[in-house]
């Protein structure tokens, strides 16, 4: 069973940091690059930064470039996305996704989501 589990949202000042964690199981997760999302209040889903399986091929959305770090590591089948120099824009729910290949076909897995509060 595939499961993705995100954690290390929380409330932050403007200028903080988050860690945020997307924790997979039920497949091979090295074999599969990894995606994060956010949604925030009122606005569509939106990609924010994608890793290849070698972790060495990522792309940066603009509001993301310096400031948001992708990273994983295959030996704990667990995906990061380092936060830092926050602001109150950056206010969502961040997703992790995996499109993962299952009887031929490629399916799109969703964590639950953690939320990021910017805040002072």
């Known amino acids: 069973q595939v499961q993705l589990v995100e954690s290390g949202g929380g409330l932050v000042q403007p200028g903080g940091s988050l860690t945020l964690s997307c924790k997979a199981s039920?497949?091979?997760?090295?074999?599969?690059?990894v995606s994060w999302y956010r949604q925030g209040p009122g606005k569509e889903r939106e990609l924010v930064e994608h890793?290849?399986?070698?972790?060495?091929?990522?792309n940066y959305e603009h509001f993301a470039q310096g400031r948001f770090t992708i990273s994983r590591d295959n030996a704990k089948n667990t995906g990061y996305l380092q936060l830092d120099s926050l602001n109150a824009e950056d206010t969502a729910i961040y997703y992790c996704?995996?499109?993962?290949?299952?009887?031929?076909?490629?399916?799109?897995?969703w964590g639950q989501g953690t939320q990021v509060t910017v805040s002072s």
């Open positions: 039920g497949f091979a997760f090295s074999d599969y690059a």
């Open positions: 890793i290849g399986t070698a972790g060495d091929a990522t």
């Open positions: 996704k995996i499109v993962i290949l299952r009887d031929g076909n490629w399916l799109d897995y």
